[in-house]
Nanobody, 123 residues
């Protein structure tokens, strides 16, 4: 059974940092493009970042470039999203997903999804 389990969300003040984790079981993350997708209330789902299964290259949405960093730990079969300089507009439920999207915004091309973790940026 495939499971992606996110953790690390929470409440943080503007300008703060959080690190999200996505632990996988039932699949090897190396075989998939792994992405982080977020959805804020009343808004469409948005691809935030992804890391390639082939060469480890990364891609980021314009809204988070320079502030977020995605990384993969093969030994732990876990992917991380380090978020810095957080803004109120980053508030959303963040999902980890595995699949074969060709670009970060192609969120419909993920096959497996986690349950999501809430990130709230507020003073």
């Amino acid at each position: 059974q495939v499971q992606l389990v996110e953790s690390g969300g929470g409440l943080v003040q503007p300008g703060g940092s959080l690190r999200l984790s996505c632990a996988a079981s039932g699949l090897t993350l190396d075989y998939y493009v792994i992405g982080w997708v977020r959805q804020a209330p009343g808004k469409e789902r948005e691809g935030v970042s992804c890391v390639s299964n082939s060469d480890g290259s990364t891609e980021y949405a314009d809204a988070v470039k320079g502030r977020f960093t995605i990384s993969r730990d093969r030994d732990k079969n876990t992917v991380y999203l380090q978020m810095k300089s957080l803004k109120p507009e980053d508030t959303a439920v963040y999902y980890c997903a595995a699949g074969f999207p060709s670009r970060v915004e192609r969120t419909n091309d993920y096959n497996y999804w986690g349950q999501g973790t809430q990130v709230t940026v507020s003073s």
